[in-house]
């Protein structure tokens, strides 16, 4: 069973820095598609950055509302994918979700349904 624990979200001000970590387990680290997405009251849900690792190579596609701020890592050893957030704007206040792709490698494929339960991110002016 794919699980998700997502940690790290606060309060935080504007211009800050923020890390989001999510613990993975029920899956094969080796070869998985993991994607930050967010979700604002009134506003809908918005993937922020998408991990795609493979044994044929690895990639990383971002929100363009979050390019060159945010950064999706990986860390093998402990299961965990991180989201990385510097120069945080009160735009970014949202709750963050970790999820699973359980589709194919291919973006046209991708189909994500298994989620965390959320971290609360807010920022403030």
């Known amino acids: 069973e794919v699980q998700l624990v997502e940690s790290g979200g606060g309060l935080v001000q504007a211009g800050g820095s923020l890390r989001l970590s999510c613990a993975a387990s029920?899956?094969?680290?080796?070869?998985?598609?993991i994607g930050w997405f967010r979700q604002a009251p009134g506003k809908e849900r918005e993937g922020v950055g998408i991990?795609?690792?493979?044994?044929?190579?690895?990639?990383?596609y971002y929100a363009d509302s979050v390019k060159g701020r945010f950064t999706v890592t990986n860390d093998h050893a402990k299961n965990t994918v991180y989201l990385e957030m510097t120069s945080l704007k009160p735009q970014d206040t949202a709750v963050y979700y970790c999820?699973?792709?359980?589709?194919?490698?291919?973006?046209?494929?991708?189909?994500?349904?298994?989620w965390g339960q959320g971290t609360q991110v807010i920022v403030s002016s």
């Open positions: 991990s795609c690792i493979s044994n044929v190579d690895d990639r990383t």
């Open positions: 999820v699973k792709n359980s589709g194919g490698p291919n973006p046209t494929n991708w189909y994500f349904a298994s």
């Open positions: 029920g899956f094969n680290f080796d070869d998985y598609t």
